[in-house]
């Protein structure tokens, strides 16, 4: 394969997705609008993704109340250091960054694409911190159940490799004008520096090659408490392709389990949903904090485990 496809390709996996904001510490939680009685919402990007990913999805949360996201160790303005990049590992440096901000204030926790599976590890250990998850066309643990997903999660991986490569000839500068993400200014020159910059490369790349095996150590950890209200949002455009529908069965898995769950089958992209569909976001915020309390399904009275269909 070309280092040329495969920088093409990875458009598909790595930010399959941001604040406009003036930046802070670097890696730490930037964060805009007012508090109020709702949950702060916590943002985290997919891979090769940070604050920058979510910028319009921030300003569109913000009118409601207080929403952060942040760039993880390496990623767009972060500092690099010599860490664990397993999932669980960041999950514990989020939920540090999520208590010295907010406290023992539970908080709602939205992943993107490979977001997905550290929000899940964050909310398996700290539940009692976690009002709600959002899963924006996220993997979590239940990706190792749908063969063809976790084929096409596979696939991902050995194309993320060729992304050192292709930065060196300057391939990943051509990357984000070919996504579904028009950030402002701001936003957008931090979306190029985590494709362009040497330390983003390098960062995103350790990652993606410890998210697959972290998928089994996240899957050991105390399984997702039914209580926890789970929203997810499954972004498709040929929503009756084979690898699409496994796709969504391993998405819906977490709102199968839930007490109170909603699903959204978005007609977009796996990027368009953080931009020109980011409705959809809004949408699940605002049902976990009581909006349209008919959507979804809420069933807490059955048994811990029972099915839900949505």
Request: with cysteine; charged share 20%.
């Amino acid at each position: 394969m070309s280092v040329v496809l495969a920088a093409l390709l990875l458009v598909g996996c790595a930010t399959r997705g941001g604040l406009d904001t003036a930046v802070g510490v670097s890696g730490g939680l930037e964060c805009v609008g007012a508090r109020t009685s709702r949950p702060t919402v916590i943002l985290e990007a997919g891979a090769f993704g940070g604050a920058a990913d979510w910028s319009l999805v921030a300003e569109r949360l913000a009118a409601g109340g207080r929403v952060c996201a942040y760039d993880r160790d390496g990623m767009g303005m972060a500092a690099i250091h010599d860490l664990d990049r397993s999932p669980v590992a960041i999950a514990a440096r989020l939920e540090a960054m999520v208590a010295q901000q907010e406290g023992d204030a539970p908080v709602i926790l939205a992943g993107h694409s490979n977001g997905g599976l550290y929000v899940e590890a964050f909310a398996r250990l700290w539940p009692e911190r976690t009002a709600g998850l959002v899963l924006v066309d996220a993997v979590g643990t239940d990706v190792k159940d749908h063969p063809l997903a976790l084929a096409d999660l596979e696939h991902e991986a050995r194309l993320a490799a060729f992304t050192p490569a292709a930065r060196a000839v300057g391939l990943t500068r051509l990357v984000p004008l070919m996504d579904d993400i028009s950030p402002a200014a701001e936003a957008a020159a931090r979306r190029r520096s985590a494709w362009t910059g040497r330390t983003s490369v390098q960062a995103g790349v350790a990652e993606v090659r410890a998210f697959l095996p972290g998928l089994a150590a996240v899957d050991a950890l105390p399984p997702l408490r039914p209580s926890i209200p789970v929203a997810v949002i499954v972004a498709s455009r040929t929503p009756s392709a084979a690898l699409d529908r496994d796709w969504r069965a391993a998405e819906i898995a977490p709102a199968q389990r839930a007490c109170r769950a909603l699903v959204l089958d978005a007609r977009a992209s796996h990027t368009s949903i953080l931009d020109a569909q980011r409705d959809y976001v809004a949408e699940a915020v605002g049902w976990l904090n009581g909006e349209r309390p008919e959507a979804g399904v809420a069933r807490c009275s059955d048994p811990p485990g029972s099915r839900i269909e949505p």
